[in-house]
């Protein structure tokens, strides 16, 4: 055995006699789970495995523990465990004599995931588990998890991102709140009323910018964590389009940039209208600030996705712009996704595709009639069973 592990029996055992093990129910086989689990093979399991018996050598050595390790199977089985499977700490520590699984407190059961390293410093994620005989007894089995951790770093990558893109799009309204309210504050005498007024409605403005981009960080944390609450309630749709498209004239646009294509009858839709306008108002100001020439709408009844026997509504958005490129589709629907034009924070898309979902539809993006981009998203109808 290795130092730094002491056993409970000789390094020689490796194996007891048949009546432990029919009290245990898990004759180890080769692949050291045990010949009464059929169908199990532990090279299908995604994440690293290593099983030590108790004699503290490997008898189990999976082909992902291989891969994470960089170390053959062969090279691994039969050897001591901290041979095998050489941990040290962040702080350069021995693991396994930090941890003395066979000759540690008897009523450990097992050892929290953590982030240890493998020699030449790459990082790995272990969790390990006692197996006893009985409580309190010595340990015949040290089953070890091993993962990767390049799924938490592109997580942590994320967030960092995230963070960053808040700092900077909070910053530039608040520093214009900050300077104009304390400028009005401390000359406000000086000013006339148009001055005031035009120095207030820039405050107002950046206030609202704000106020966006925190409704879309609540946005993100409910749809990642699932918790995004939909109030369904009957949805007229092409009224909720020509509601958007009248503000959008209000703000300035042609009327006869719009064009609308209704075919009905429309299904009864069932929906949270706060979210699908939400929906809309964001792929209609998308085709109308990136887009370019006539923005299409058009709503038709469609197949609900995944029901054969439930009908839904289809919405698609097209414009006649430029388009977005065909090595970009794919990343529309994802975080900080601002195509060629800069602007906005790139979280609307993925918000809508996060809202979409939660309804159980679908929504794609492709090239349209027009060589613009075309947005097409389908809910289903979800009328509520005491309707139905």
């Not at 820039?202 to 106020?211: C, E, K, M, P, S």
């Not at 749709?237 to 503000?247: D, G, T």
């Amino acid at each position: 055995m290795a130092v730094g592990m002491s056993s409970p029996r000789p390094a020689h055992t490796t194996a007891a006699p048949p009546a432990e093990e029919e009290r245990d129910g898990s004759a180890a086989g080769p692949d050291g789970l045990g010949q009464d689990a059929p169908g199990i093979d532990p090279d299908d399991l995604p994440d690293g495995l290593v099983v030590a018996d108790e004699s503290g050598r490997v008898v189990c050595f999976n082909a992902a523990a291989a891969r994470i390790t960089a170390t053959p199977r062969t090279d691994a089985i039969g050897r001591p465990l901290d041979v095998a499977l050489p941990l040290e700490d962040l702080k350069g520590k021995r693991w396994w004599e930090l941890t003395d699984p066979y000759g540690g407190l008897a009523t450990r059961k097992a050892q929290p995931e953590r982030n240890l390293l493998l020699p030449g410093g790459r990082e790995v994620l272990v969790s390990a588990r006692y197996v006893r005989e009985h409580p309190l007894g010595p340990v015949r089995r040290v089953v070890v998890s091993l993962r990767g951790t390049e799924a938490r770093r592109r997580t942590e990558r994320s967030h960092a991102e995230l963070i960053a893109t808040v700092a900077h799009e909070l910053r530039s309204p608040l520093t214009s709140v900050k300077g104009f309210t304390a400028t009005l504050l401390a000359k406000w005498e000086r000013f006339t009323d148009d001055q005031k007024r035009l120095m207030l409605e820039t405050v107002d403005a950046d206030a609202g910018r704000v106020t966006r981009l925190i409704a879309e960080l609540l946005d993100i944390s409910r749809i990642d964590s699932g918790r995004l609450e939909l109030r369904r309630q009957p949805v007229d749709v092409s009224a909720a389009v020509a509601r958007h498209i009248q503000a959008l004239i209000t703000g300035g646009q042609a009327p006869d940039r719009f064009r609308v294509r209704a075919r009905g009858p429309l299904p009864a839709l069932w929906a949270d209208p706060d979210k699908v306008d939400q929906v809309l108002g964001n792929l209609l100001e998308n085709a109308v600030r990136h887009g370019e020439g006539t923005v299409t709408i058009e709503i038709a009844p469609a197949p609900a996705p995944g029901a054969d026997d439930e009908t839904g509504t289809a919405v698609t958005v097209s414009d006649e712009g430029p388009g977005i490129p065909e090595e970009s589709m794919s990343r529309v629907f994802t975080r900080f996704w601002r195509g060629s034009k800069r602007g906005g924070t790139g979280l609307g898309l993925y918000i809508v595709k996060g809202i979409v979902e939660a309804h159980g539809g679908t929504i794609t993006v492709d090239r349209g009639p027009g060589g613009g981009a075309e947005f097409r998203f389908i809910l289903p109808v979800s009328t509520p069973a005491y309707l139905a």
